[in-house]
């Protein structure tokens, strides 16, 4: 402690300091405020440094393990021990889910395969970088907003389906008066309810394990979400041009290249396509052709990437064609999320207006007929 204070160590040399224990604590919040973007990113600069410096992946993995908390930082530790244990880094990062994300696994696979890792890697931070987007915050906050009202009117509607109603069928049925229509509309919708309440707990237990299981998140990811959601499929064609730019700039064949994303790719479609592209290539078709034939490039990317014959040229225009498809796509993302609120609160309204429909028309009713 002296070493940190010289100056009352000097003068006061009676004085001891207490030496206090190390301690495990960290400036980690015990609630991880970080999105799951955001670990990943960090985890992204961390393999890249390593591998640019030749440094061992497992201690700093298991190093950055210890400033998370939950979910991800046994997700870290797991990552940590399989390294540690032996396995290859793209093995080791496709048996722990949700460590990084599907599409940089690839990137990080097919850099091993094509020889291209630290490329592939600042590619990535780069991307990381320049993609930080608020849409994510957004759909959370719309989801806990569309969560928060959905459950308080919940309460508010069965307080008043239990307790109102009965009472406003009996006072009708005394004074021999008819249900008026928007109540009889709420009781049907309400008893409908109520008979498929087994639909909406199975809906519930789907919802749970899609959101906790990574292995399901893997599955809808890999199999079902570029073929219902043609904005991803386009994403992750952009995904596609920027490795085939990486390997163009370091001198590597695409045939090559081509021949490890079909064998690689974790979209099923996509997989399919390259296999389909590969074979073509290999009896002598035009590589932008045959692409453009699978679908994973229009006709004018093909004709763009046609006129590039230098190597450079080529290479500018990949990673400027990929750059542009995610740029559309985030803008497409940024009309669908603006458009998300609007049908939110429209929907949350007409529950509303029926309820107080239902309750206020048996009033007037009954006041018109006193009057």
Known sequence: MSQLFPTFARFLPWLEFPVW?????????????DTLASKQRALLQVLSVAVSQRLELAPLVMSLAQEHRGRYRRRLARLAKRMAAGTSLPDALEQTPGALSDEQMLAIRFGIQSGTLTEALDSLVTQQEQSSSPISHRLRQIGFYGV???????LVLSFILIKIVPSFQAILDDFELDITEPLKQLIIISNALVDMWWLFALALLLCVWLIRSEYSQRFFRRRV?????RPVAQLRSANLLNLLAIAQQA?????GTLSTLARYHYDSMIRHKLLFVRNEVEQGADLWTSLTQARLLSPVESRALTKSTAAKST???LRHLATWKRDLVARRFDIYVDFLLPVVIVIMASVVLLT???TLTPLFKLIDNLS
């Open 21 to 33: 224990p190390l301690s495990s604590w960290t400036s980690t919040p015990w609630w991880p405020a």
């Open 148 to 154: 928060l009202v959905a459950s308080l009117f919940f």
């Open 225 to 229: 979400l570029s073929r219902i959601f």
């Open 251 to 255: 001198g590597r064949p695409l045939s």
């Open 315 to 317: 290479v500018w225009t």
């Open 356 to 358: 107080a429909l239902a």
